[in-house]
């Protein structure tokens, strides 16, 4: 089985100062994680994902995602937030061999003004 | 290049109805998923497609079917909606050689 648990429903940061979500997973062998986020009324979009190599990996928008083997996780992080990054944001992993991506139940990102 | 598409983007239907959802897939890619998207939850994996067949299935009945054209695009069918059936219809397209899903917009239905 695999699953992701995404722990905090909401996160509130001010703008302009650093952005954490966090995501921890469960999944047989080596993982492929991802990250989406969504904006009101549309589809998932790609930001970054963790195949292999180096543990911190960048991706759209200034995002970048740490993974650690040790601790299961695979935390989201921006150093500055905007106000346009308010949004839902996924976690989702998925097996060597699993075609399914299971996600968490994401968390709302409220950056404020 | 075109992403992936979806269609329609609302649908209202009664309990008791059947639903088909459509999906074509980005530019070079020759795998479609779908996922269910329940309000407040994350996408649940409903079945993938490729080379024309069912690949992979999740946790879902019968009543959910699907199909895959020779262009790669895909539908999906619901038979005998129930109210529980209400979602945002996700459809996802890859490569078989990558391993990213990009996501279309969704198809939201409402069962009544």
Same mark, same amino acid.
């Given at each position: 089985? +695999?699953?992701?648990?995404?722990?905090?429903?909401?996160?509130?940061?001010?703008?302009?100062?650093?952005?954490?979500?966090?995501?921890?997973?469960?999944?047989?062998?080596?993982?492929?994680?991802?990250?989406?986020? +969504?904006?009101?009324?549309? @589809? *998932? +979009?790609?930001? *970054?994902?963790?195949?292999?190599?180096?543990?911190?990996?960048?991706?759209?928008?200034?995002?970048?995602?740490?993974?650690?083997?040790?601790?299961?996780?695979?935390?989201?992080?921006?150093?500055?937030?905007?106000?346009?990054?308010?949004?839902?944001?996924?976690?989702?992993?998925?097996?060597? @061999?699993?075609?399914? *991506?299971?996600?968490?139940?994401?968390?709302?990102?409220?950056?404020?003004? | 290049?075109?992403?992936?598409?979806?269609?329609?983007?609302?649908?209202?239907?009664?309990?008791?109805?059947?639903?088909? &959802?459509?999906?074509?897939?980005? $530019? #070079?890619?020759?795998?479609?998923?779908?996922?269910?998207?329940?309000?407040?939850?994350?996408?649940?994996?409903?079945?993938?497609?490729?080379?024309?067949?069912?690949?992979?299935? #999740?946790?879902?009945?019968?009543?959910?079917?699907?199909?895959?054209?020779?262009?790669?695009?895909?539908?999906?069918?619901?038979?005998?909606? &129930?109210?529980?059936?209400?979602?945002?219809?996700?459809?996802?397209? $890859?490569?078989?050689?990558?391993?990213?899903?990009?996501?279309?917009?969704?198809?939201?239905?409402?069962?009544?």
């Amino acid at each position: 089985a +695999q699953s992701v648990a995404q722990p905090e429903d909401q996160v509130n940061v001010a703008e302009g100062n650093p952005l954490t979500v966090k995501c921890t997973y469960s999944v047989s062998g080596n993982p492929y994680l991802f990250w989406y986020v +969504q904006y009101p009324n549309r @589809g *998932l +979009q790609f930001l *970054l994902k963790y195949i292999t190599g180096d543990n911190l990996v960048k991706g759209s928008y200034g995002f970048e995602a740490e993974f650690n083997k040790s601790q299961t996780s695979f935390h989201l992080k921006k150093p500055s937030a905007l106000v346009s990054d308010s949004a839902l944001y996924f976690c989702a992993v998925r097996g060597y @061999g699993n075609n399914r *991506l299971a996600f968490g139940k994401g968390n709302q990102v409220v950056v404020i003004p | 290049d075109a992403g992936v598409t979806q269609s329609p983007t609302h649908l209202i239907k009664t309990r008791g109805q059947q639903v088909t &959802l459509r999906c074509s897939p980005k $530019s #070079g890619h020759d795998t479609v998923s779908w996922y269910q998207q329940a309000l407040g939850q994350g996408p649940q994996f409903i079945f993938q497609y490729y080379e024309e067949e069912e690949r992979q299935r #999740g946790n879902f009945p019968d009543r959910f079917s699907g199909h895959q054209f020779p262009n790669y695009s895909s539908e999906l069918n619901v038979n005998a909606l &129930l109210l529980g059936d209400s979602a945002l219809y996700l459809c996802a397209s $890859s490569s078989d050689q990558q391993e990213t899903q990009y996501f279309g917009p969704g198809t939201r239905l409402l069962v009544l």
